[in-house]
């Protein structure tokens, strides 16, 4: 079983920055995709950035230039700085692993962080 830890978030001003952290623990394989997804009201949960282990990042058309994400990949860990943030960037964060065992892809998240952007 693989275990993820964020902490970070809360309420920020419209151009403001925050910064997510999440440590992961487990049966963590050495290939591996860490990322941060974001769920507003009444929406899915979509991907907001992604980095894999060899360091190539994907990021969501809305927060290129804003956003960073980064990760330790000794400690398991993935960090996401949050530049600009505008109140559309509001929703719950939730921290992601997939790890690949086998062959097979496994998803692991977070409990979730609220982050607030207000106007």
């Known amino acids: 079983q693989v275990q993820l830890v964020e902490s970070g978030g809360g309420l920020v001003q419209a151009g403001g920055s925050l910064r997510l952290s999440c440590a992961a623990s487990g049966s963590i394989s050495s290939a591996n995709v860490m990322g941060w997804y974001r769920q507003a009201p009444g929406k899915q949960r979509d991907l907001v950035a992604a980095?894999?282990?060899?360091?190539?990042?994907n990021y969501a058309d809305s927060v290129k230039g804003r956003f960073t994400i980064s990760r330790d990949t000794a400690k398991s860990t993935v960090s996401l700085q949050m530049n600009s943030l505008q109140p559309e960037d509001t929703g719950v964060y939730y921290c992601n692993i997939r790890v690949v065992r086998l062959g097979y892809a496994y998803d692991y998240w977070g409990q979730g962080t609220q982050v607030t952007v207000s106007s």
């Open positions: 980095i894999a282990s060899g360091g190539s990042t």
